[in-house]
């Protein structure tokens, strides 16, 4: 006889971003933009910034004792880290290890995951294989990302966008929280270089003349990304309803990247779910790439507002290209 499967669950959830603060203001005063133009475009009026010498793996740090502290549970507890970022503290080693030993966390297995601005909802999944297989109970999943490192200053197309933060995730085999019932996961490498940082990899390593020619900053073709965006989270969700087999008109919150304010309607809009059940914090963080996602599940999450049997939508789209959409229920 087949053993049944074992079914996964969010036990917690955190975030954290830095005190610094970047307003629509101040960027007025280092590129040629305006806090009408930004917010008119993005619907971003602030983004947190980490000091110099902040790694990725101390945002996650803040955001993991936050959601360890609502799961209940220690570092000890953790069989297995999670660490979706394309900002490490360095190539090598992962940002996972540099977490697990500040964690403490020696019993945990580590590993990075690289999807952009989809790389929570990827670790999310990675996680639940791991919990439905038996081969761990307790996994910690981090969305982090200190996007002012490779952000150009003088860009003002690309820097009123970013912001560095971290959200994270218990995933457990315990009934406990919020059941992570299904996703499912995409990608299209074909348009990789429509938003892509070109330089720091094998490719193009560092030297004086890559650094000179500023191609260790994220570069995008924004109305092109804009458009890819839309398409690719609409049949993320589409796909993934298709599979559960649940009607659109059952999404109880949506929780989409938080890239630009006229994405997050138009997704809203296409799924027919009103705006009051559309998480938006865009205007408060700005893009925090894998971070977008999981502060946003925090944050609903802590506010109290999910209610038993609400069905959740999580959906995400990054650079590779990548897209996914996760179906959480409370």
């Not at 803040?62 to 000890?76: C, L, N, R």
């Not at 999943?141 to 002012?148: A, E, F, H, R, T």
């Not at 009934?175 to 070109?198: E, W």
């Amino acid at each position: 006889m087949t053993a049944a499967l074992r079914e996964a669950y969010i036990a917690g959830t955190g975030m954290y971003v830095p005190d610094k603060v970047l307003t629509n203001a101040d960027l007025e005063r280092m590129v040629d933009t305006s806090d009408e133009w930004i917010t008119t475009r993005t619907g971003i009026k602030k983004r947190h910034i980490a000091e110099n010498g902040t790694g990725t793996s101390d945002l996650a740090l803040e955001a993991a004792k936050d959601a360890m502290a609502m799961a209940g549970v220690t570092a000890a507890d953790l069989d297995l880290i999670i660490t979706a970022t394309f900002t490490p503290d360095s190539p090598c080693p992962s940002a996972a290890c540099l977490l697990q030993e500040k964690l403490g966390a020696k019993n945990a297995a580590s590993f990075d995951l690289n999807a952009a601005c989809t790389g929570f909802i990827y670790g999310l999944m990675t996680a639940r294989q791991f919990i439905v297989s038996g081969m761990y109970d307790t996994v910690l999943v981090l969305g982090v990302d200190k996007l002012s490192s490779i952000t150009n200053w003088r860009d003002r197309n690309t820097c009123v966008l970013f912001g560095d933060g971290a959200g994270a995730a218990i995933v457990t085999s315990r009934k406990q929280g919020l059941r992570l019932r299904a996703g499912y996961l995409g990608a299209d490498g074909s348009m990789a270089t429509l938003l892509h940082m070109p330089g720091g990899g094998s490719v193009i390593p560092p030297t004086h003349e890559s650094i000179d020619q500023d191609l260790h900053y994220i570069a995008m073709n924004g109305r092109k990304v804009f458009k890819a965006a839309v398409l690719s989270m609409e049949k993320a969700v589409d796909k993934l309803l298709e599979q559960e087999g649940v009607d659109k008109h059952e999404i109880r919150w949506l929780i989409p990247h938080q890239a630009n304010l006229r994405i997050i309607k138009v997704l809203g809009d296409y799924l027919d779910v009103p705006m009051e059940r559309v998480h938006v914090s865009v205007q408060d963080y700005g893009n925090t790439s894998a971070a977008t996602t999981a502060i946003g599940l925090h944050l609903v999450n802590a506010s109290g507002e999910f209610e038993p049997g609400d069905k959740i939508v999580v959906v995400a789209f990054g650079g590779g290209f990548t897209w996914g959409a996760c179906l959480i229920e409370c």
